[in-house]
């Protein structure tokens, strides 16, 4: 290879094409340069059409068959074959004409810069090479020709050529400024490629996905969401009790296992196996979200016998979401008193949701000793005695709960306790259990990360009065629009004074119960006048149901502030839906007015 | 861009170009009255095909039906079939979409009444009487061509329906170049018996080459006009015909240019043979490159028995 042109101080070229000689060179026009290249692509289009159609058909068939399938393992074949028919092209055409066909169209040439004469084998094939790298780099390189004072991107200064057109049809050099704009402005680009590139791999391990070297070009192992289900199959005595398709239906309506997977066991039980009514009432459960085939499922679940529970919850499911939920406390409190835990799970959910912790308690007792979902019993119990008021009690069983469960839901169960506790009060006890929830978060790859963790961070951040870590990655690992756009909004330095009408409909058109009850929070801190607490009120009133976990603490909270503006019959009535479900905590004052503000004393 | 382009080709005329221009009438013609009641039943089809329990039973009964006949189908077929059985739930739902593609399936198949998943069962045999009474009536399915039909009347009538805007302006415009520079040259009634020709042919090559019987019908004029172009390449092997070019919208860098037939022709063959070299035929593909390399090279064969390489002389061509 020779590298004279570029080192060398000879300012001979130079001078010619600048017009400092006799005669310039004739530049070839960049236009030109341009139509050769799609010349050249239309011949070679055909013939690279050829050589890729074997890969082509075997990534078809790998697609088919889902065999570890890797995108990047083709991108690649295609790469090669692509660079090294090109090359071929571009080297025995410069080597044999002085051109390729596109050029010889345009009636422009290739040729050496120190004799004007075509190019040899060596400096066509550099010219070549690195006329292909430059067009893997999207052809940035390949702009020079508008820059450069000889119209010579990096592969004519490798390979010691210059691109000469008819002298009629040549061109000057670029003028000196617009050369320099130019070329300041593509500098700046390769700069800035440059550094996002080390910054994103000299990042710390934690803020970033730790991939192993070459991950992202070739297949990753697919995890079956399924296997769930054997890894949760009790061993032991219990093993015998507890069959696959039971073992589907608990983790289902514990929330763990996917429509697709209970539908795949309830399939294989039909199809292969004697069909049941648990089976059938599978099938309606996977396709709870397309009422006429539930309705069907029902349908049949109902017409068999020994299937009344299964028909009843059928029956009661139909009307979740649409019915105020304590509409079917009757249904479910039949249900309570199920044989099958999978009809108990889904009555003790419907428990958890009316608030009614009592009874979950009593039915997390009664399934514990059937069913084989500790870790998930353990969080819905230490939430129902959080929610009781048992808090001294919740935190004790909390620390002994941790240790002895998954990352993932001793992750989840830190977080929600960090949440309650960050709404509660910012002090030790806050404190040690957020520590205890960063220190779970730190254990994973920061992505994915669901809504309950990602407020959690938020909350805690708040309460220790630092400012949010990373902000940029924090808010990329969020595993939802809905909750990254709210905790943009709300940690945004820039607050919108008018967003009343904003939190309203958020909490309207929210599809997740956590992100509604947060925003409920943030908007009663923020509500100055009656007429916001008021609005508030209205908007509690139409979606208490809707709320969550955090449904009651959000109730407190409204509770209190309609009593600190001596709103006592409101207040009363919010005190009711409190009180039905974890008895009469905050009481009106019977006798004695509530003391009253400072600022009201004054007047 | 770069394609050939008869000075004339814009203005309809009966006397030069006639039986070109009634055969893109009658494309048309046949497009109009077809494409509501075309997408009327597409419409229909689609609706049946977003069922979810309908497409999951279907890719079972499908994947039992093909384990029940383990030489019925191709290897590839027969692995997505075991991988639908094993509880691939995606796999289950392409084999759902895979078995209206087998005639075999499609008509005779039949589940007993009683016994395992009877409500998927019932769902499904309501709705694939749906669907074999919607295919019975489409319009495609109808004058389309399938490799498993022996009526050969459709390897006539398929050349002349087409799916969409974009698929018959894009047979019609090459029927166009072509045709009114061969018409001229061959007569209006070579140019017919060529189209017509080239296009059954095309038909056969589909079948032979298809790899499976398949369900799935072939439409469009592209077998035919590729049959044209093989005549038109046989007619004018070596003689320059005008070509546009486009690089740049500006002066200098569009215009025409006189270019032997043979690379219009080689370049058309490459796009075809390495479609047709990248797909599986078991599989299917959205265009029949089967049937434009048997249309393209009964093209060839019939411009040489008929009229010999090269015996147009530049003078007809270009003496419009």
């Known amino acids: 290879m020779v590298l004279k042109d570029i080192f060398t101080k000879d300012n001979s070229l130079i001078d010619r094409t600048s017009g400092a000689a ?13 139509s050769a290249l799609v010349v050249d692509i239309i011949i070679l289009f055909p013939v690279i059409s050829l050589l890729i159609s074997g890969i082509k058909r075997r990534q078809e068939i790998s697609e088919w068959l889902s065999n570890e399938f890797a995108t990047g393992k083709f991108l690649l074949s295609y790469i090669i074959v692509i660079f090294l028919t090109v090359l071929f092209y571009q080297t025995v055409s410069i080597a044999l004409f002085g051109a390729t066909p596109g050029k010889l169209f345009f009636n422009i040439r290739v040729v050496s810069i120190w004799d004007r004469t075509k190019p040899n084998w060596g400096s066509a094939f550099t010219r070549g090479v690195y006329w292909c790298l430059g067009a893997m780099l999207l052809l940035f390189p390949h702009l020079a020709i508008i820059y450069h004072r000889q119209r010579r991107p990096i592969y004519d200064r490798l390979a010691d050529t210059i691109v000469l057109g008819q002298e009629r049809y040549s061109v000057s050099p670029p003028d000196y400024r617009l050369s320099g704009v130019l070329k300041g ?9 440059i550094v996002s590139f080390i910054s994103k791999v000299t990042s710390e391990p934690g803020d970033r996905e730790v991939l192993p070297f070459g991950s992202t070009l070739f297949a990753k192992p697919q995890v079956d969401s399924c296997n769930v289900i054997e890894t949760t199959l009790p061993k032991g005595h219990r093993a015998k009790k507890t069959n696959r398709l039971s073992q589907s239906l608990n983790l289902f309506a514990a929330g763990i296992l996917e429509e697709d997977c209970l539908d795949k066991e309830a399939d ?15 099938k309606a459960l996977a396709f709870n979200a397309e009422p006429s085939v539930y309705e069907k499922y029902q349908k049949k679940v109902c017409s068999m016998p020994n299937a009344t529970d299964y028909c009843l919850l059928l029956k009661a499911k139909k009307y979740d979401g649409i019915s105020p939920p304590t ?29 009614n912790f009592t009874k979950a308690l009593g039915l997390i007792e009664k399934l514990e000793l059937t069913s084989s979902l500790g870790p998930f019993l353990g969080l819905q119990k230490l939430k129902a005695l959080w929610q009781i008021e048992e808090k001294e009690t919740a935190r004790l069983a909390l620390f002994t709960f941790l240790p002895n469960v998954g990352h993932q839901t001793g992750l989840i169960t830190s977080a929600w306790f960090c949440y309650e506790e960050s709404l509660r009060e910012c002090g030790p006890a806050q404190k040690r ?54 905790i943009t909004r709300v940690t945004s330095k820039h607050k919108r004074e008018s967003f009343y009408s904003w939190q309203s409909l958020f909490l309207q058109n929210s599809l997740q119960p956590q992100n509604k009850s947060e925003v409920g929070f943030r908007w009663l801190s923020t509500a100055k006048s009656p007429t916001d607490l008021s609005a508030i009120k209205i908007a509690w009133e139409r979606e208490k149901w809707n709320l969550g976990d955090h449904g009651i603490a959000m109730a407190k909270e409204l509770q209190k502030r309609l009593i600190q503006e001596d709103r006592y019959q409101e207040a009363k009535e919010v005190g009711s839906f409190i009180s039905t479900s974890v008895g009469p905590l905050t009481r009106l004052p019977a006798s004695s007015p509530p003391p009253r503000k400072m600022g009201k004393n004054k007047k | ?39 009327l039943m597409d419409r229909q089809m689609q609706n049946i095909f977003s069922d979810k329990l309908f497409l999951q039973t279907q890719g079972l009964l499908y994947s039992r039906f093909l384990n029940s006949q383990p030489n019925k189908a191709s290897p590839l077929i027969k692995a997505k079939a075991d991988q639908a059985l094993r509880g691939d739930r995606n796999a289950l739902r392409i084999m759902g979409f895979y078995a209206l593609r087998d005639p075999q399936f499609f008509y005779k198949y039949n589940t007993a009444k009683t016994g395992q998943d009877d409500v ?42 087409h799916g969409g805007a974009m698929h018959l302006f894009g047979n019609a415009f090459f029927l166009l170049i072509v045709g009114s520079y061969l018409e001229p040259v061959i007569g209006g009634a070579a140019l017919l018996v060529g189209f017509l020709f080239t296009g059954f042919f095309g038909a056969l090559f ?13 439409i469009g004029a592209s077998g035919s006009v590729s049959g044209l172009i093989g005549l038109f390449g046989a007619v004018f092997w070596r003689q320059p015909v005008r070509f546009i070019y486009l690089t740049l919208f500006k002066r200098g860098y569009c215009g025409w240019i006189y270019l032997p037939t043979w690379i219009f022709l080689l370049h058309r063959m490459a796009f075809d043979l390495a479609g047709y070299m990248s797909s599986t035929p078991e599989l299917g593909t959205s265009i029949a490159f089967s049937a434009h390399l048997g249309g393209l090279g009964m093209g060839l064969i019939l411009g040489y028995i008929l009229f010999g390489w090269s015996k147009a002389t530049s003078q007809s061509v270009f003496s419009h």
């Open chain 1, 327 to 355: 509409k079917l406390n009757a249904q479910y409190q039949k249900l309570t008193n199920s044989l099958y835990p999978d009809i108990q799970l889904w009555a003790l959910q419907h428990w958890m949701r009316v608030n």
């Open chain 2, 206 to 218: 589909y079948t032979v080459l298809g790899g499976t019987l398949s369900l799935a019908p072939m």
């Open chain 1, 268 to 282: 294989n039980e039909l199809w292969n196996g004697k069909p049941s009514v648990q089976a059938y009432a599978a």
């Open chain 1, 433 to 486: 259990i957020c520590d205890w929830f960063n220190d779970h978060l730190k254990q994973f790859q920061n992505k994915d990360l669901p809504t309950m963790v990602a407020l959690s961070v938020v909350r805690s951040t708040e309460c220790a009065q630092e400012p949010l870590k990373n902000a940029n990655d924090f808010f990329a690992a969020i595993d939802n629009n809905e909750t990254r756009s709210l």
């Open chain 2, 1 to 39: 861009m770069i394609f050939p382009w008869f000075k004339d080709m814009f203005m309809p005329s009966l006397v030069k170009t006639p039986v070109t221009w009634c055969l893109i009438y009658i494309m048309l013609i046949a497009f109009f009255l077809t494409a509501t009641q075309s997408l």
């Open chain 1, 22 to 34: 006799d005669r310039p060179l004739p530049l070839a026009d960049p236009l030109n340069r341009f």
């Open chain 1, 185 to 193: 402005i593509l500098t700046g680009f390769y700069i800035f490629i």
């Open chain 2, 120 to 161: 998927a069962k019932k769902v499904w045999r309501k709705k694939i009487k749906e669907l074999r009474e919607i295919i019975s009536m489409h319009p495609t399915y109808e004058m389309g061509f399938y490799s498993y039909n022996t009526d050969w009347t459709r390897a006539i009538t398929y050349q002349f329906v």
